[in-house]
């Protein structure tokens, strides 16, 4: 699980698998991780230099977090990492956002004359990776004060101003790229 954070996807993943590893880049974030299961492994690593075996996964998972990585260098770096780690016939799976939606709303993601959201999709597809599934979700708060707050926070007052219930729409789509 590249960039697993906290663990927010190890209940769901772990079972899953007959063995799960944590990567992230923050230590701080992987102590809160670790907290949830005695079974994973996590490492502290970056996504372009993970330390870790050559071809000795099936499966890699990512949630959002390649895109984070702003330089292309960088992020094609961390695919030819997860290749390198991943075994002939592996997969790996990108959850990333989907075009549209009222979460890229609120971020001025949709409409964005930048359209960053489908220039990031479109780079993933040159890199071979196909969209294999396309979801509508949401986030949830407790009230709509807790996701202003949470909004503000992240993408600034600008964005919290859009906010308008304590439940986000959001459009995300899954790519796969089966490693040869």
């Keep these: 699980d590249i960039g697993c954070g906290t663990g927010k996807y190890l209940k769901e993943l772990a079972p899953l698998?007959?063995?799960?590893?944590?990567?992230?880049?923050?230590?701080?974030q992987l102590k809160i991780a670790k907290k949830k299961s005695k079974k994973a492994k996590f490492v502290c690593a970056s996504a372009e230099n993970t330390g870790l075996?050559?071809?000795?996964?099936?499966?890699?998972i990512s949630c959002w977090?390649?895109?984070?990585?702003?330089s292309l260098t960088k992020r094609r770096k961390a695919i030819k990492e997860a290749q390198r780690v991943l075994r002939k016939k592996g997969s790996i799976y990108l959850v990333e956002n989907?075009?549209?939606g009222e979460f890229e709303?609120?971020?001025?993601?949709?409409?964005?004359?930048?359209?960053?959201?489908?220039?990031?999709?479109?780079?993933?597809?040159?890199q071979g990776f196909k969209p294999i599934k396309k979801c509508n979700s949401y986030f949830e708060f407790k009230s709509l004060k807790e996701a202003k707050t949470i909004i503000e926070g992240i993408w600034g007052s600008k964005a919290a101003l859009k906010v308008k219930n304590k439940r986000i729409k959001h459009k995300i789509v899954?790519?796969?790229?089966?490693?040869?």
């Design 53 to 60: 075996l050559t071809e000795s996964y099936d499966v890699i």
């Design 65 to 70: 977090a390649l895109s984070t990585i702003l």
């Design 17 to 28: 698998a007959k063995t799960y590893t944590g990567l992230d880049v923050s230590l701080e």
């Design 98 to 100: 989907a075009v549209g």
């Design 105 to 126: 709303q609120i971020r001025g993601r949709y409409p964005d004359p930048k359209m960053r959201t489908k220039k990031t999709n479109d780079w993933y597809e040159k």
């Design 174 to 180: 899954i790519f796969k790229k089966i490693n040869s």
